[in-house]
């Protein structure tokens, strides 16, 4: 057995989940490569006995080489949740529908298998953001997220009234059903839903997206990674929701400030594939090009 540990994350409300932690175990097992799961998850998986169970939590993964997850957007959100703070570099395989994050299907699970045996795979990094919450002044919360974080009404039948800020100035005031302030990475998800733009990964930017705002200027803002993006909900309108990567949530009672910056620790992802992000675009969401030519040739 090698000192090599791979942290193994499943969405156990899956069946094609449990049905290929089964080959991964094995070849991984077979390679000498240990396996960490979490002791929650470890009775609906189905676990062999030399399988390292863990309590969850943000140093869950720490020593070792690979947090590898199975299943959708939220699963992979989750893996990052147990990845970033230890600095472990996640790789995902798709079992839901898009799945930006992922760099397999299901179908390549023998190909990861190997590529995983043979330390084949690059690591690239992800930019956060950090956030936080003050009230009357006082930091009241701080969270982070490498998708998005969300400002929205807590309650169906009235919009939320905020005050948009970039860099400490006022940019502008609206109803809406709630602003999305996220990363590139995040561009793609619930900033993509509410119209905003795609924003190639190794871009360093924050996006600022209003959803549904009731203004004739409310449309998506792209800044600097340097700059900070606030929030404001104003004194005299409903209560507030936080979201963060739409896992975890506060409350915003009117007048809180939501502050919104780069992060100060990244997600590091590991790639299986080369490809370029418009391929990867193109695949996940269908996109039409029949018909391209390429460049003329030269």
């Given amino acids: 057995m090698s000192d090599r540990t791979v942290f193994l994350l499943a969405h156990t409300?899956?069946?094609?989940?449990l049905q290929s932690v089964e080959c991964l175990v094995e070849g991984l097992s077979a390679a000498g490569i240990?396996?960490?799961?979490?002791?929650?998850?470890?009775?609906?998986?189905?676990?062999?006995?030399?399988?390292?169970?863990?309590?969850g939590g943000p140093g869950a993964a720490k020593g070792c080489e690979l947090v590898l997850v199975l299943g959708g957007d939220g699963t992979l959100l989750r893996g990052a949740e147990l990845s970033r703070e230890s600095g472990v570099p996640m790789l995902g395989v798709n079992l839901g529908r898009v799945g930006f994050l992922a760099e397999a299907e299901r179908d390549d699970l023998q190909k990861v298998v190997e590529r995983v045996v043979d330390s084949d795979y690059a690591v690239e990094e992800r930019m956060t953001l950090d956030v936080v919450?003050?009230?009357?002044?006082?930091?009241?919360?701080?969270d982070w997220a490498l998708n998005e974080a969300s400002v929205e009404k807590a309650s169906r039948e009235r919009m939320i009234e905020v005050v948009t800020e970039v860099d400490g100035r006022p940019v502008s005031t609206f109803?809406?059903?709630g602003v999305v302030c996220a990363t590139p990475t995040g561009s793609t998800a619930y900033a993509f839903s509410a119209g905003g733009p795609v924003v190639w990964p190794e871009v360093e930017a924050l996006l600022m997206v209003p959803i549904s705002a009731h203004a004739l200027f409310a449309k998506p803002l792209v800044t600097s990674p340097h700059s900070v993006l606030a929030v404001e909900v104003q004194a005299k309108t409903p209560n507030g929701v936080l979201w963060c990567d739409g896992r975890r949530?506060?409350?915003l009672p009117a007048g809180a400030r939501v502050e919104v910056r780069r992060g100060a620790i990244p997600v590091r992802l590991a790639r299986l594939h080369r490809a370029p992000f418009t391929d990867r675009l193109v695949a996940k969401f269908a996109l039409p090009v029949t018909g391209w030519r390429g460049a003329a040739q030269r």
């Fill in 34 to 55: 240990r396996i960490r799961v979490l002791a929650e998850e470890a009775p609906d998986m189905g676990y062999p006995a030399q399988v390292e169970m863990v309590a």
């Fill in 13 to 17: 409300g899956r069946e094609e989940a």
């Fill in 249 to 251: 949530t506060v409350e």
């Fill in 133 to 142: 919450v003050r009230t009357d002044g006082r930091v009241v919360h701080t």
């Fill in 175 to 177: 109803g809406c059903d």
